[in-house]
T-cell receptor
């Protein structure tokens, strides 16, 4: 089993739609969780951290479910500019490193 | 303030050749990482460093060596390149839990 698993997609949605991504992880001791965004042929950039209580940043909401070992990202009112690959990142067994999921590709269409 | 830079941006090697990838950061961060990204695999950690003069193995260290002689530089070496090392290589510097990535190096081994 991979340490971090994501649905690869692609998710193709119209502008204005709400879309949700899930990510499961295997290390029950992980304490830190993140979503990164990666545009085509570019480097990943931090989108948001994921806290136990959940957190929201504008149209983006991240949730953590420790019991089921998954995190989620909800994007409301999708924009064309949201088209990208979204990477789930989880603290590794050694807390000096992070483990990345393979990413979920989102395309928002007019 | 350039953040994290990588040299070179592109390279084609023949099997058995050697090369060094350079990562430089101007943010004075202690932690630095080298990843490779392959289609469908996400980012996989090759080696990392928690400070000047230190290095440690990640998930996929075989065939690579690293050095961190100066805090701002993290070098990744391939002693004898193999076609399986064809990939996009990303370097990152970390502050807290956020990783700042360089633009990547596209390496092809023929």
């Amino acid at each position: 089993r991979k340490e971090v698993e994501q649905d690869p997609g692609p998710f193709n949605v119209p502008e204005g739609a709400t879309v949700a991504f899930n990510c499961t992880y295997s290390n029950s001791a992980s304490q830190s969780f993140f979503w990164y965004r990666q545009d085509c042929r570019k480097e990943p950039k931090l989108l948001m951290s994921v806290y136990s209580s959940g957190n929201e940043d504008g149209r983006f909401t991240a949730q953590l479910n420790r019991a089921s070992q998954y995190i989620s990202l909800l994007i409301r009112d999708s924009k064309l500019s949201d088209s990208a690959t979204y990477l789930c990142v989880v603290e590794g067994y050694n807390n000096n490193d992070m483990r990345f999921g393979a990413g979920t590709r989102l395309t928002v269409k007019p | 303030n350039a953040g994290v830079t990588q040299t070179p941006k592109f390279r084609v090697l023949k099997t058995g050749q050697s090369m060094t990838l350079l990562c430089a950061q101007d943010m004075n961060h202690e932690y630095m990482y080298w990843y490779r990204q392959d289609p469908g695999m996400g980012l996989r950690l090759i080696h990392y460093s928690v400070g000047e003069g230190t290095t440690a193995k990640g998930e996929v260290p075989d065939g690579y060596n690293v050095s961190r002689l100066k805090k701002q530089n993290f070098l990744l070496g391939l002693e004898s390149a193999a076609p399986s090392q064809t990939s996009v290589y990303f370097c990152a510097a970390r502050w807290g839990y956020e990783q700042y990535f360089g633009p990547g190096t596209r390496l092809t081994v023929t």
